[in-house]
C-alpha cells in the first residue's frame, strides 16, 4: 500500500461511514425525518450516536491526514517509513471504526492514539 492507496482506501472507509451512520440514524429518526428539513433537532442514542461521533472524528482525522499525505508525494518524500505511517494510520482506522460502533472504549483509543502517531509522523517525515 502506498501513501496515496492509504488515502484513497481511507476515504472510502469515511464514505462507508456514512453510510453505516446514515442506516443507524434511519432506525432511530425514521425516512420523514431525515428527508425533511430537520427543523425540529433530534437526538440518536447507542450505536446510531456512536456512529454520529465515529464520522465526526474520521473528518477530522481526514483533516489532518490528507496534508501530511499530499505534502510527503507533493516534495517527493516517500520512504518505506512514510509508507508504513500511512499504512499504520489505515488500519488503526479500521479498527477505531468497528470498535468506537461497538463501545470497546480501550480498543477504540489505542487505535485513536495510533493513528493519531502516524499521521503526526508523517508530517515529521515530511520536514
Do not use: C, H, K
Not at 461521533?53 to 496534508?67: E, G
Amino acid at each position: 500500500m502506498t501513501e496515496l492507496q492509504a488515502l484513497v482506501a481511507y476515504g472510502l472507509l469515511t464514505a462507508l461511514t456514512v453510510v453505516w451512520q446514515a442506516t443507524g440514524s434511519l432506525g432511530q429518526l425514521g425516512l420523514a425525518y431525515l428527508m425533511g428539513a430537520r427543523d425540529e433537532p433530534r437526538e440518536v442514542t447507542g450505536m446510531a450516536a456512536r456512529l454520529n461521533r465515529a464520522l465526526t472524528n474520521a473528518i477530522t482525522a481526514m483533516a489532518l491526514f490528507a496534508p501530511a499525505v499530499l505534502l510527503i508525494l507533493v516534495t517527493d518524500q516517500s520512504t518505506p517509513a512514510s509508507v508504513l505511517a500511512a499504512t499504520v494510520f489505515f488500519i488503526a482506522r479500521v479498527v477505531y471504526l468497528p470498535a468506537y460502533a461497538f463501545g470497546i472504549t480501550g480498543v477504540r483509543s489505542l487505535a485513536w492514539t495510533v493513528g493519531f502517531v502516524a499521521t503526526v509522523s508523517l508530517y515529521l517525515l515530511a520536514l
